[in-house]
């Protein structure tokens, strides 16, 4: 009963409304080669060894593959280098450190700094650094004399600023409003494809889309339930498919930490 339980647990673990980027796979947990090969991806295919592998940093031409390879690179002077700690990183401020690397998203003003050095929201004072600030909870936002978290697209219509973020927000011109992007504003199959990043707590705030070909439409998706070819790419690279075959495994998450934690637990139960 108590592996039954666990097994439970772990499905509802897994299974989020949003996906956390902090869990994109590494390459080396890449076993069907495609995966390995996608143009989203910073990993090389070693047909020697039958195993995907790392791309050195400085062979790695785009920012967006460089500072999404957590501690492994960044990007800075339009190249990609080794990473050895957010410190080393100059950056005098969040967005030129995001810029670098996505898991150094605070400042000291000159260098970057780790996750756990962003400020919360209530704590910022300055009404231009509020409005442009990812806290560890979400987008802030200056309200009302105070810098808060956006809790929904409309609420900057009502700002004083009057803005809305591109790709995480849209401008409904019937309302006159900014409203929260949906999959379904997705028109096409290419954009339906990158999903939807929202105003939610920092990289865990990704809302995965599939196209519906039958009626043309892009809707919300969960990932387990993703085809071969859009596994890994349509879950912001944190899902891959389980087997080398393309005709057999199935969508299943990168393994985070939690997840490698209750996996462990249930085999000593078992045992």
Avoid at 49 to 72: L, T
Avoid at 145 to 159: A, H, M, S
Wanted: hydrophobic share 30%.
């Amino acid at each position: 009963m108590q592996t039954i339980i666990l097994i439970i647990s772990t499905a509802q673990l897994i299974k989020s409304a949003t996906l956390d980027i902090s869990n994109s796979c590494k390459c080396s947990e890449l076993i069907y080669s495609n995966d390995c090969f996608s143009g989203f991806s910073d990993c090389s295919w070693n047909t020697r060894k039958n195993q995907c592998v790392d791309v050195a940093c400085s062979d790695i031409e785009w920012s967006n593959h460089c500072n999404w390879s957590s501690n492994r690179c960044y990007w800075f002077n339009k190249q990609c280098h080794d990473f050895t700690s957010c410190q080393a990183i100059p950056g005098k401020d969040q967005s030129e450190c995001i810029s670098a690397n996505i898991y150094c998203p605070a400042s000291n003003g000159i260098n970057c700094l780790p996750m756990q050095y962003q400020q919360a929201c209530s704590d910022i004072t300055d009404p231009d650094t509020c409005n442009n600030y990812f806290s560890p909870n979400g987008k802030c936002m200056w309200k009302e004399q105070k810098c808060i978290i956006l809790q929904t697209c409309t609420e900057l219509w009502t700002n004083i600023t009057k803005s809305c973020l591109p790709y995480v927000c849209y401008f409904d011109s019937l309302t006159y409003m900014c409203r929260d992007m949906t999959c379904a504003k997705h028109t096409m199959e290419s954009q339906c494809d990158f999903g939807v990043p929202t105003i939610g707590p920092y990289l865990n705030n990704f809302i995965p889309c599939e196209w519906d070909t039958k009626n043309s439409v892009c809707r919300e998706a969960n990932p387990s339930d993703f085809n071969v070819n859009e596994c890994y790419s349509n879950s912001a690279r944190t899902y891959h498919w389980s087997n080398s075959k393309s005709s057999k495994g199935s969508c299943v998450p990168c393994q985070s930490p939690i997840v490698t934690l209750i996996i462990g637990l249930m085999v000593m139960i078992i045992m």
